[in-house]
């Protein structure tokens, strides 16, 4: 049985697991690009203690699956596999990975860039650091949307 596309989740991941069921018995797969996010320990000058992520479970997802529909659209890909954490995480912990099967690597590395992109803009996650001065929810930025439009999709939301 084939993993789901979409995965919100408290647990850690092993990237390594993720691409061999991604690409398991799919032989026309010649490339696989993957992307891991972790937890920086700085943000805007300030140290990070931890952050915290929220979500709303069923819409989360619904939303990253429309997101992996319009890479495969617009993307020559075989497989996209997606995973989020929520819950407290601690810097150097992985928070986000994509991967992207295809049968050449340009293929790939579009339609993880993409949906890069488009996860820091359009997902609906919270994001609350913890810092020496406090807590304080981190704001979208004007640079995600930019690297959003530059896929010709423009949806501001710093």
């Given amino acids: 049985m084939a993993s789901p596309r979409v995965l919100i989740s408290t ?3 092993n ?18 690009c993957s992307f891991i996010g972790t937890v920086r320990d700085r943000n805007d000058g300030l140290s990070i203690g931890s952050m915290e992520l929220e979500h709303y479970p069923g ?7 429309a997101m992996i529909d319009e890479a495969m659209r617009r993307f020559d ?7 989020h ?10 928070v986000v990975m994509v991967a992207v099967t295809s049968a050449h690597r340009g293929e790939s590395f579009k ?5 890069m ?13 913890q810092t020496p001065e406090g807590a304080r929810w981190v704001d979208a930025r004007v640079s995600d949307d930019a690297a ?4 010709g999709i423009s949806v501001p939301n710093a």
Wanted: aromatic fraction near 10%; include cysteine.
């Fill in 11 to 13: 647990e850690d991941f």
């Fill in 15 to 32: 990237l390594a697991h993720e691409i061999a069921a991604l690409r398991a018995h799919d032989k026309r797969v010649g490339a696989v």
């Fill in 59 to 65: 819409m989360t997802e619904k939303a990253i699956e």
């Fill in 77 to 83: 890909i075989f497989g996209v596999r997606v995973i």
């Fill in 85 to 94: 954490r929520v819950g407290l995480l601690q810097p150097l912990d992985q």
């Fill in 111 to 115: 339609a993880c860039e993409f949906l």
């Fill in 117 to 129: 992109d488009y996860l820091k803009t359009q997902a609906p996650f919270w994001k609350k650091e």
């Fill in 148 to 151: 959003l439009a530059k896929w």
